[in-house]
């Protein structure tokens, strides 16, 4: 990342005691968006509490998660970006 990014943050927790957004083990995809909108206030506050303005996710749960409740919880201004993305943008500057 440091070489894509000068300032950028992991959350916290990070690594093996990351929080589910909610929207994995295919909930993205059932008819229980209440129920995955609910699941994701915690990703919502964990990303909320960094202050970051761009989410780089590899995960394509996790990025239709974030992207589909972010408005949810006041964060409509979060650029949520794929890893990939991130990568190729890196590479044209």
């Given at each position: 990342?440091?070489?894509?990014?000068?300032?950028?943050?992991?959350?916290?927790?990070?690594?093996?005691?990351?929080?589910?957004?909610?929207?994995?083990?295919?909930?993205?995809?059932?008819?229980?968006?209440?129920?995955?909108i609910f699941y994701g206030r915690r990703k919502m506050e964990?990303?909320?509490?960094?202050?970051?303005?761009?989410?780089?996710?590899?995960c394509h749960s996790c990025h239709g998660q974030i992207?589909?409740?972010?408005?949810?919880?006041?964060?409509?201004?979060?650029?949520?970006?794929?890893?990939?993305?991130?990568?190729?943008?890196?590479?044209?500057?």
């Amino acid at each position: 990342m440091d070489q894509c990014l000068e300032n950028w943050v992991d959350l916290h927790p990070n690594r093996l005691h990351q929080i589910c957004c909610g929207g994995g083990g295919g909930a993205l995809t059932t008819r229980y968006n209440d129920e995955r909108i609910f699941y994701g206030r915690r990703k919502m506050e964990q990303i909320r509490a960094t202050g970051a303005r761009m989410l780089v996710l590899p995960c394509h749960s996790c990025h239709g998660q974030i992207n589909s409740i972010k408005a949810t919880y006041g964060m409509e201004d979060l650029t949520v970006k794929y890893l990939w993305e991130l990568v190729a943008d890196c590479l044209i500057r």
